[in-house]
T-cell receptor, first 111, second 115 residues
Framework: ELKVEQNPLFLSMQEGKNYTIYCNYS?????LYWYRQDPGKSLESLFV?????AVKQEGRLMASLDTKARLSTLHITAAVHDLSATYFC???????????FGKGTLLTVNP | SAVISQKPSRDICQRGTSLTIQCQVD?????MFWYRQQPGQSLTLIAT?????????ESGFVIDKFPISRPNLTFSTLTVSNMSPEDSSIYLC????????????FGPGTRLTVL
């Protein structure tokens, strides 16, 4: 059974600081996704990582994937308040494209 | 990306009743999924709904409790049957985008409260 672990689950940051969210998964997979969820909202797709060594960046967020270590990271650079949200990683497995989600990281960026 | 709508957006129901949630997509998609997000929790896949075949349920979810229909490539329904307060959750439909962008997009969700 595929298990996905995220840490930390709660992250309080000051504006301007850098931090990294980690996503470990238990079995081989070639698909790793990062989503953002604002309170009371649905999920917004941030990144799709499909190969070992993949790195994608959008604004202050950068995601990477190491399939050998079964690890993905979401790095936040110079955080701003607008980044406050819950971030989920999800791992895709098999030919049916279903996703297994981590528990999410609640990020709060304080002025 | 496809536009996904869900109805109702929220509802408050009495225990023992059933609610059918509709998911409409503005383009034809092969694979649709139904997820549950319990309060303050992550998402759990309920089932995969493919047009023209029976839905495939995940461990812990059964057809009698969560019957799903997929009559065509743009529409699906999920029914939550014989509800109890433990069914209070957000229910989200999603679709797989295809091999171009290879991601899943999520609908806005249906927030269900069972009293």
């Amino acid at each position: 059974e595929l298990k996905v672990e995220q840490n930390p689950l709660f992250l309080s940051m000051q504006e301007g600081k850098n931090y990294t969210i980690y996503c470990n998964y238990s079995t081989t997979s070639d698909r790793l996704y990062w989503y953002r969820q604002d309170p009371g909202k649905s999920l917004e797709s941030l990144f799709v990582l499909l190969s070992n060594g993949a790195v994608k960046q959008e604004g202050r967020l950068m995601a990477s994937l190491d399939t050998k270590a079964r690890l993905s990271t979401l790095h936040i650079t110079a955080a701003v308040h607008d980044l406050s949200a819950t971030y989920f990683c999800a791992v895709g497995g098999g030919s049916n494209y279903k996703l297994t989600f981590g528990k999410g990281t609640l990020l709060t960026v304080n002025p | 990306s496809a536009v996904i709508s869900q109805k109702p957006s929220r509802d408050i129901c009495q225990r023992g009743t059933s609610l059918t949630i509709q998911c409409q997509v503005d383009s034809q998609v092969t694979m649709m999924f139904w997820y549950r997000q319990q309060p303050g929790q992550s998402l759990t896949l309920i089932a995969t709904a493919n047009q023209g075949s029976e839905a495939t349920y995940e461990s812990g979810f059964v057809i009698d409790k969560f019957p799903i229909s997929r009559p065509n490539l743009t529409f699906s329904t999920l029914t939550v049957s014989n509800m109890s307060p433990e069914d209070s959750s957000i229910y989200l439909c999603s679709l797989w985008s295809g091999q171009g962008t290879d991601t899943q997009y999520f609908g806005p969700g249906t927030r269900l409260t069972v009293l």
